[in-house]
């Protein structure tokens, strides 16, 4: 019976892969781009229509997606027919190579889903400051730069790509955040600006930051390009830097590593995140947290991991350590943290941490542990800001003390989101946020051929982390939700969570509950390509070598 199943999934792979393979790639990152562009070019669309359109929009990238998983399948075998490969600008070699395999889809499913629920979620509502349809536009076109990141196949075309996201991304915190927050002191230090100043200095800070990363991992692409004569990532996986000396593998991880590290963003690089988070509006993020954070750590997986794996050996150690220092200052962080916005922040830079403490493993346990983080963050971030931000919309603050407790009562529906979100950020068995954890500290634990005598000390830390993590988001519930049901919040009319709300939540409650009983979902996907990916960039250092080895035996007249 297993076995007609599994032809029977095969059949329908093939079918929707021989159907799809020249076309649906392309389409998918074209329909929200196309969609972005249109809303920006017909200005008499009303918002209302304008939000509806995008929604339609969304729901058919996110179909597209779906087909797109199934047409890759099946995932033990990492080739997939879904590839696009023609020739982009000859004088420079540059191919438009557009393809998925294990590593790529559970990203592409996820970006869809966020997708679609932050478009059909500004139908109804309204952030402050109007102009939702250019709103809209921007979410599409931050879903297509995504999708676009997740299915390139070639390093100058993911360039472009990933920069596509960053500036109608800009947009959403420079014209659509907060601009009522109020001046904040931290200890003795000066006071941090507030109101429209705090909005400018957000969204200048999320611009000046990544476009510094970026410049960066041009220098490392363009520098790997030129000594390879080729930028096809897959011709560059194959030959594994066989054909990179040491020092440009080194160099280009450096500069590549540091350039997508200030994306995911690693420490000491966050510190843009926190503003641009508690000043954007809930679509962009929820888009920030559960997108834009995941190319960064995609980048490192499907650039530096298999085609600078002698670079990845210097660069690893001090990977991992920055991401430890993360996870713990992270959690510290959270656990002084007042505003629940900045809060959820702090945590994603510690939950990201493990992300990079998996890849930094360079072991097949830990870099799937890291995918997987990747999604269960994505899913679970992009609830808490959901509930973050519709609390917020409705006591005008995020402050946990002037929210008071006794949320569960007041708001039972918000409340118990909160409630599933926190449990599920600090690990809880059985949820999505568990699995990537445990995964990245037991690479980790066996990382001593990427890590050396680190790998053992950063896996304690990290549980550590996990430790921190219970405690900040414990202490959210303390604060929010248990207790009494405060008096100053009686006879306001503060309404619970709307029916669209929780049709907007539930998707990301599901998932996660999916994930955590079922990891398979997206192991199996991952498993094979990571294996496929590791095993070559170990064999192909030790045949250079092997070959230097030799070579050097004939200089000196041996046999």
Known sequence: MTDLVSLSARSVSAAVGDATGGWILP????????????????????????TVFGGVVATVAAVLAVLVA??????????????????????????????VDGISVPLVLLTALLGLLV???????????????ALAACVLAVEGGALATFVTLDLLLFFVAFEIVLIPMWFVVALWGDDTQKPRRIGRSAPLPGGEEARRD???????????????????????????????????AHGAGAALPTWVQTAAAFLIVIGLAVKTPMWPFHTWLPPAHSIAPTPGSVLLAGVLLKMGTYGMVRIALPVLPQGMHTVAPWL????????????????????????????????????L?????????????????????????????????????????ADLVSLGSGLRDRLPRLGWLLAFGAFAGLGLPGLAGFWGELLAIAGTWQGHAALGWLAKPLAVAAVIGTVLASAYLLRVLRMVWHGPREPRWLGEGI??????????????????????????????????????????STAAPAAAGATQHGTAQDAGGQP
């Open 27 to 50: 389409t998918l990152v074209a329909v929200p781009l196309a969609g972005a562009l249109l809303l920006l070019l017909v200005p008499r669309l009303g918002d209302r229509v304008a």
């Open 70 to 99: 199934i047409g890759a399948a099946p995932y033990h075998d990492v080739r997939t027919s879904l590839e696009v490969n023609h020739s982009w600008v000859p004088a420079l070699g540059i191919r438009f190579h557009l393809g």
């Open 119 to 133: 478009s059909w979620h500004l139908v109804r509502v309204v952030p402050p400051g109007g102009r939702t349809r």
């Open 202 to 236: 957000a969204a200048f800070r999320f611009i000046l930051y990544t476009a510094f990363g970026s410049a960066l991992m041009l220098l490392g692409i363009v520098l790997v390009g030129l000594k390879a004569h080729t930028t096809d990532l897959v011709l560059l």
């Open 320 to 355: 991992g350590a920055f991401a430890v220092v993360g996870i713990l200052w992270g959690g510290l962080a959270c656990l002084v943290e007042q505003d629940l916005k900045r809060l959820v922040a702090f945590s994603s830079v510690a939950h990201m941490g493990f992300v």
């Open 357 to 397: 403490l998996g890849i930094a493993s360079a072991t097949s346990i830990g870099v799937q542990g890291a995918l997987f983080a990747n999604v269960a963050h994505g899913l679970i971030t992009g609830l808490l800001f959901l509930v973050a931000g519709a609390v917020k919309d409705r006591h005008h603050t």
């Open 495 to 536: 309404r619970d969570a709307a029916p669209f709300e929780m049709a907007v939540a539930t998707p990301l409650v599901l998932a996660t509950v999916a994930l955590g009983v079922v990891p398979a979902l997206v192991l199996d996907m991952t498993g094979p390509a990571v294996r496929t990916m590791l095993t070559a």
